[in-house]
């Protein structure tokens, strides 16, 4: 089923395509969601060597990580610049899938096949041949193993941090437990509207693409864009606390300067959670303001909503700590909220 039968597909479950993402009009009060993800894509990167060869790439330390496993990571430039940040799922140490911004793949396929060469690891785009969908809402992880069938030998769920195969029609299948709220399913295209179909409207519900970016606002959880490529450090995406860098994994392309910035503590800005008024859903990397102009003190990392907007955003944290009004360049001001866990705790400590 290529996009167009997807896209097709989805509208005849009541659809509405919205600059390439399928948004439904709200449902009933049900709390768990089934949402399309296709503004999404993925990259495979399969081999004996690859984790030897991740692992000298990326932040994040899949070494110690064990076999069905998903953590957040980053792939840096050698300033220290992300010029990706992604889920990676461990499937075992010979198969990693990376999923990201599907605007992002291109550039950070690129980006890792530089360092490729010289290993024994295949890298693909496979955001044509394997769909995402997620299912989100309270205990999602508990819901996704008794409707999939996901429980392990010893009777438990799929818990925050683990990833689970499982056999849909014949063909392998993924689901990963991005925290309480949120489970990710990895589906072959041509099984993805089966799969749609035996978990839409008992008991999940359809819902936009817009619902899945509140999720991950009101998370905490960076995605960074093609747009915002090459941007950030990862501690200013609070990729340190989130743990998506390890600081004891030993060298990867940036460490250095990922590191030093950690031990000298000389990180000035971070990101925020915010919301602003209702208007035009700010772009990633639209910049930040003091009144009055001036020079940017933050970017926008994302953001999503419609009669209020919620985003992420990377600022000044000086700025932050002296109360300054901050604002876009059309004059909406961030009304700064909390996070769900500690930005200034000390990943070192």
């Known amino acids: 089923m290529d996009q167009q039968q997807w896209q097709d597909y989805l509208g005849s479950q009541g659809a509405r395509w919205v600059d390439g993402a399928?948004?439904?009009?709200?449902?009933s009060d049900k709390d768990l969601q089934l949402i399309d993800l296709t503004p999404m894509g993925a990259i495979s990167v399969s081999g004996p060597d690859s984790q030897k060869f991740l692992q000298g790439q990326l932040t994040c330390d899949l070494v110690n990580l064990p076999d069905e496993q998903l953590t957040l990571g980053s792939h840096c430039n050698p300033k220290g610049r992300m010029i990706s940040a992604f889920y990676a799922l461990k499937i075992d140490q010979g198969e990693f899938v990376l999923l990201l911004p599907r605007d992002l793949v291109s550039t950070a396929l690129n980006a890792l096949k530089k360092y490729a060469v010289f290993f024994k690891a295949e890298l693909?785009?496979?955001s044509s041949e394997q769909r995402w969908l997620a299912l989100c809402g309270r205990d999602a992880g508990k819901a996704a193993?008794?409707?999939?069938?996901?429980?392990?030998?010893?009777?438990t769920d799929l818990m925050p941090g683990q990833l689970r195969t499982f056999d849909h029609n014949g063909?392998?299948?993924?689901?990963?437990c991005v925290n309480e709220?949120?489970?990710l399913l990895q589906v072959p295209a041509l099984q993805a509207a089966d799969l749609w179909q035996a978990l839409s409207g008992n008991p999940a519900v359809p819902a936009g693409y817009r619902q899945w970016q509140t999720h991950l606002i009101e998370a905490g959880l960076p995605l960074l864009f093609e747009s915002t490529s090459e941007t950030f450090i990862p501690q200013m995406l609070n990729l340190h606390l989130l743990g998506g860098v390890s600081f004891k994994k030993g060298c990867y392309t940036g460490q250095e300067v990922v590191a030093r910035m950690q031990f000298l503590g000389a990180a000035k800005r971070r990101m925020y959670r915010a919301r602003i008024d209702a208007g035009t859903v700010p772009a990633p990397g639209a910049e930040i303001f003091l009144p009055g102009g001036g020079s940017s003190v933050g970017n926008i990392v994302f953001a999503s909503g419609g009669e209020v907007i919620e985003l992420l955003a990377v600022l000044t944290k000086s700025k932050v700590a002296d109360g300054e009004s901050l604002q876009l360049s059309d004059g909406r001001v961030l009304e700064l909220l909390e996070l769900p866990y500690d930005a200034d705790a000390d990943p070192l400590a």
């Open 171 to 176: 063909q392998r299948a993924v689901a990963a």
């Open 124 to 126: 693909a785009d496979i």
């Open 145 to 155: 193993s008794q409707l999939l069938s996901l429980s392990n030998s010893a009777g």
């Open 181 to 183: 709220r949120m489970v």
């Open 22 to 27: 399928a948004e439904f009009e709200p449902g």
